[in-house]
């Protein structure tokens, strides 16, 4: 379903095997060195979900090669199967037409208890390349508002463990947030208690 230009929304692309391996995979990448952090913010507050990410660090609101606001380790690299996986939700949602250079960033968020995310812009890329979201675990409500204000008009989805959805277009750059995560709707065989959403990008930096 596309629910704004660009914005295609995809339930039950992963099946249930592929939610595992994906899980299993997320697993090891929490694991220290440069592992599962909490973000903290310039105002001094922190993020409720808290993130682990590949190829590149993103930290509020920047890029980099180390965990700056960690243990200083080197960023885990990011897989070419990651890649691969980022171009095909790509064509499978927006069409062949839309193929881009290679993913090189997975930001991976966990959320448990009362995390949420408020609405923000990602505009901390340099590529205008479509943004891939996986999740898996609890369904969340996501909010998708637009590209002028963080306020309304918003179009509420219900994303559940295993759907796709791809930002490109006029949707790579619209306020977006998770108000809301559903506890314990995971799905029982995936053995995972919260939410979480990968998501892939391509940095347009240089190497
Ligand atoms: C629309 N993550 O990582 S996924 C994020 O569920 C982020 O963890 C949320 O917002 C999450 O930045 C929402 C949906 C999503 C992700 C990235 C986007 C929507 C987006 C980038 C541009 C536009
Ligand atoms: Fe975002």
């Not at 095997?17 to 001094?44: F, I, K, N, S, Y």
């Not at 069409?95 to 208890?113: E, S, V």
């Not at 179009?155 to 306020?175: I, N």
């Amino acid at each position: 379903t596309e629910i704004a230009p660009g914005a295609v929304h995809l339930p039950d692309w992963l099946d249930a095997e592929h939610q595992r391996r994906l899980l299993d995979a997320c697993r090891e990448w929490a694991r220290p060195p440069a592992g599962l952090r909490t973000v903290r913010t310039p105002g001094g507050g922190t993020m409720t979900a808290q993130q682990v990410c590949l190829g590149w660090h993103w930290y509020p609101y920047t890029y980099a090669r180390t965990v700056v606001d960690g243990d200083g380790a080197p960023v885990k690299p990011f897989p070419h199967w990651l890649d691969e996986l980022g171009r095909r939700a790509v064509t499978d949602t927006l069409g062949a037409g839309a193929a881009t250079d290679p993913y090189d960033i997975a930001l991976i968020n966990f959320y448990d208890g009362d995390a949420r995310m408020g609405m923000h812009r990602d505009s901390d890329e340099k590529s205008d390349a479509p943004v891939v979201s996986l999740s898996l675990g609890d369904t969340c409500v996501f909010r998708f508002g637009n590209t002028g204000s963080r306020s309304r008009p918003y179009t509420d989805v219900e994303l559940r463990s295993g759907d796709l959805f791809v930002f490109g277009g006029p949707s790579r750059l619209a306020y977006h947030g998770v108000p809301k995560v559903r506890p314990d709707t995971a799905p029982p065989e995936l053995g995972l208690k919260g939410r979480l959403n990968v998501t892939l990008r391509v940095s347009g930096f240089e190497a």
